[in-house]
């Protein structure tokens, strides 16, 4: 079973950086599409970036450009780089491989299971 582990969270001022990680375990990571998630408080989980085995990159307007999402099949890790952080994107962040298409960020999550997400609250 694949299990997925997400670090680099952070409290920082608005305009601030992270660089959030996502290990995943097994060996069908680089074949997998991948997506990172944010789940803001009472709200529902939300997916805002994915990317393809191939490298293919998108990501919802609200985070569009800010974020970039990258991944290193050679460590069977997924990055997500957040820069000029606004106070709407307080949330727990999650990756997960995804199902779908890539056009129009039409993925859904692979695994009914999550890992237990990274805390991201930007300050204002």
């Known amino acids: 079973q694949v299990h997925f582990v997400e670090s680099g969270g952070g409290l920082v001022q608005a305009g601030g950086s992270l660089r959030l990680s996502c290990a995943a375990s097994?060996?069908?990571?680089?074949?997998?599409?991948m997506g990172w998630f944010r789940q803001a408080p009472g709200k529902q989980r939300e997916l805002v970036a994915g990317?393809?085995?191939?490298?293919?990159?998108n990501y919802v307007d609200s985070v569009r450009p800010r974020f970039t999402i990258s991944r290193d099949n050679a460590k069977n890790t997924a990055y997500l780089e957040m820069h000029s952080l606004k106070p709407e994107d307080t949330a727990v962040y999650y990756c997960?491989?995804?199902?779908?298409?890539?056009?129009?960020?039409?993925?859904?999550?692979?695994?009914?299971?999550w890992g237990q997400g990274t805390q991201v609250t930007v300050s204002s």
């Open positions: 097994g060996s069908t990571f680089k074949s997998n599409a």
């Open positions: 990317i393809t085995s191939g490298g293919i990159t």
């Open positions: 997960n491989a995804v199902t779908g298409r890539i056009d129009g960020l039409e993925y859904r999550p692979m695994y009914n299971h």
